[in-house]
């Protein structure tokens, strides 16, 4: 059973480049937030950083659907990508809404999120 489970995680391709420019994006959002606080330009990178971000996150989700439907894989991928989706919309939400107190922990737990799934791909 193992075996399987190994297999079918190292078998897509996709869901890992999705997952890796994910987690990219995520970490970049924190060092354009760094820019924000120090520069004048940092507003308009983090802002345009949030819809790269957001769309890695959608294709995430695409990933995970084409890697469980038509590639057979299993179901919790999808169910993942698409929490961390909802955890994207509500960190926008915060974002436009200027409310740092959560809008940042909850940058830090997606980043984190999405570093421990892209470990669980390629381990």
Do not use: N
Not at 15 to 42: D, E, K, N, P
Not at 62 to 70: D, E, F, G
Request: avoid cysteine; charged fraction near 5%; hydrophobic fraction near 55%.
């Amino acid at each position: 059973m193992a075996t399987q489970a190994t297999t079918a995680q190292r078998s897509f391709p996709l869901l890992r480049m999705a997952i890796a420019l994910q987690t990219l994006t995520v970490f970049l959002q924190a060092v354009s937030a760094g820019l924000l606080l120090t520069s004048s330009y940092g507003e308009t990178l983090h802002s345009a950083g949030a819809r790269v971000m957001y769309g890695a996150s959608m294709l995430h989700v695409l990933a995970a659907v084409l890697a469980w439907k038509p590639g057979g894989g299993p179901l919790r991928p999808v169910w993942q990508a698409s929490g961390f989706l909802v955890l994207a919309s509500v960190q926008v939400v915060l974002g436009i809404a200027h409310v740092p107190a959560v809008h940042l922990p909850l940058g830090v737990l997606m980043f984190g999120l999405s570093v421990l799934a892209l470990a669980r791909r390629t381990g």
